[in-house]
């Protein structure tokens, strides 16, 4: 079964940083490009960032450019998001997205809350 | 970037309703469209992509449509398991834009 579980989310203080993985089964994780994608309480759904299959390109939402940094290891399959210096504005669920066949959204974790709050 | 405007925002229609939602891109996307739907609690499910093909699995009540800068979600007959919130995702090989979402109500 094709499956993304994501961890470490948590309650965390304005300014301070946390780091969101997301283990993939089921698929063949070297070959696909990634993203992460969050959702605030009671709003829509916000991509954040993605990484290229080889983990050589890099994006970001202008929300979180120079905060937010997403990584891959390839060898043990983990997608990784470090996010630094948050904010209240970033409490949300956190989903770890596979972008399948043509780039398409197709496969997503169950989601973890992070909550900045003081 | 690319901005994506959905409507309506809320819809309030029955069981055995033909519905139609439109997502307005802000400039050309080809058919580079997705259709999810999500329920309260849970994550987005993928239904349709490239505009008009239907995602495994997704009963054939779902259709959508569109090219360029317009797109349909249609759902010909309204299920109660279809009562849930809508998002059009515009996509490409490095980011995504999403609508803002319908919530389809009773």
């Known amino acids: 079964e094709v499956q993304l579980v994501e961890s470490g989310g948590g309650l965390v203080k304005p300014g301070g940083s946390l780091r969101l993985s997301c283990a993939a089964s089921?698929?063949?994780?070297?070959?696909?490009?990634m993203n992460w994608v969050r959702q605030a309480p009671g709003k829509g759904l916000e991509w954040v960032s993605s990484?290229?299959?080889?983990?050589?390109?890099?994006y970001y939402a202008d929300s979180v450019r120079g905060r937010f940094t997403i990584s891959r290891d390839n060898a043990n399959n983990p997608l990784f998001l470090q996010m630094n210096s948050l904010r209240a504005d970033d409490t949300a669920v956190y989903y770890c997205?596979?972008?399948?066949?043509?780039?398409?959204?197709?496969?997503w974790g169950q989601g973890t809350l992070v909550i900045v709050s003081s | 970037d690319i901005q994506m405007t959905q409507s309506p925002s809320t819809l309030s229609a029955s069981v055995g309703d033909r519905v139609t939602i439109t997502c307005r891109a802000s400039?050309?996307?080809?058919?580079?469209l997705a259709w999810y739907q999500q329920k309260p609690g849970k994550a987005p499910n993928l239904l349709i992509y490239?505009?008009?093909t239907l995602h495994n699995g997704v009963p054939s009540r779902f259709s959508g449509s569109g090219s360029g800068t317009e797109f349909t979600l249609t759902i010909s007959s309204l299920q109660p398991d279809d009562f849930a919130t809508y998002y059009c995702?515009?996509?490409?090989?490095?980011?995504?834009?999403f609508g803002q979402g319908t919530k389809v109500a009773i």
């Open positions: 400039q050309s996307i080809s058919t580079w």
């Open positions: 997205v596979r972008a399948g066949d043509g780039y398409v959204f197709d496969v």
């Open positions: 089921g698929f063949k994780f070297t070959s696909f490009s």
């Open positions: 490239r505009a008009s």
């Open positions: 995702l515009q996509y490409n090989s490095y980011s995504g834009t």
């Open positions: 990484v290229s299959f080889s983990n050589n390109y890099k």
